[in-house]
């Protein structure tokens, strides 16, 4: 298997665009059955779901999009954006692609993105999992702040965007993660767009996912990597703790980018999720 093994096979899943709000909205889509939306973290972009785009078409339908900003997609008409500007995008092509109910999966950034959607449109999904959640430091001191918004968009005006990847890239996966996981990581990277990079570094600077969580009351599901050095795995843990009912589904071997570093066990992982949500809501829907 050659190093562009992976991302050879994005052609299978060739971005599609639709406009949403006035504003051009790229995705990929696969498979056929009940739907899962796919949101991608801060450096990254559809195609880095392409293990999840392949191997769980048989039994659902995958939606992966570009966030404003991203790929194909238009920026968002704010420069200074929360994770609400982002969710709002993202129900215009729920609805615009007749999603009925999708299960929502957001990784790092994305899983702010999708908790902020979870809180507005609690009834048009039917469950949210975050996977190595960024969870933003909306509540961390003003220097803090304006050091985590400046610093990944510094590194690529610096670095351009092989030098980015090369020196992010590996952070992103385990020590046990070979060049095919190396070259989808990259590859993300080598599309990024420097004002879509700004606006998502803003995001994560000046937002918080308790915005979110804490009026989302519903059972979520949580997937992470114990090798994670990014969204370190305790912090993964304390919000697992203060959420008080999560599903929790710890992958070993598994870095941030934990559907891309152990993708048979993440997406395995994912349907255990998915069935204990539903457990949970036939449990609640039986006392009444």
Do not use: C
Not at 73 to 92: F, I, K, T, V
Not at 121 to 126: S, T, V
Request: aromatic residues 8%; hydrophobic residues 40%.
């Amino acid at each position: 298997m050659n190093g562009s093994s992976l991302t050879d096979k994005l052609f299978r899943f060739p971005p599609q665009t639709r406009l949403v709000n006035g504003r051009r909205l790229a995705y990929r889509l696969a498979g056929q059955g009940p739907a899962i939306v796919l949101l991608h973290g801060i450096s990254s972009g559809s195609g880095s779901w392409v293990n999840q785009l392949e191997r769980l078409a048989a039994d659902y339908t995958l939606v992966a999009w570009d966030a404003p900003g991203y790929g194909q997609s238009e920026g968002l008409a704010n420069d200074e954006p929360s994770a609400l500007d982002y969710a709002e995008m993202l129900h215009g092509l729920i609805e615009g692609l007749g999603l009925e109910r999708p299960l929502l999966l957001g990784h790092s950034l994305g899983a702010m993105i999708a908790a902020a959607y979870a809180d507005r449109y609690p009834g048009r999904i039917r469950g949210l999992v975050l996977a190595n959640p960024a969870q933003g430091y909306g509540h961390a001191d003003a220097d803090t702040q304006l050091r985590v918004y400046r610093q990944r968009p510094e590194m690529l005006r610096k670095l351009g965007h092989r030098g980015l990847a090369a020196a992010r890239g590996p952070v992103l996966l385990s020590q046990h993660a070979g060049e095919t996981q190396m070259e989808l990581v990259a590859h993300g990277m080598m599309g990024l767009h420097f004002d879509g990079f700004l606006a998502a570094s803003y995001l994560l600077a000046y937002d918080d996912i308790w915005n979110y969580l804490t009026g989302y009351g519903h059972r979520l599901g949580v997937i992470y990597g114990e090798e994670d050095v990014i969204t370190a795995p305790t912090g993964v843990e304390l919000l697992i703790a203060r959420h008080g009912r999560a599903t929790a589904e710890p992958l070993a071997g598994a870095g941030h980018a934990s559907y891309i570093d152990q993708p048979e066990r993440f997406n395995q992982a994912l349907i255990r999720i998915e069935q204990a949500l539903l457990s949970s809501v036939n449990e609640v829907n039986n006392e009444f």
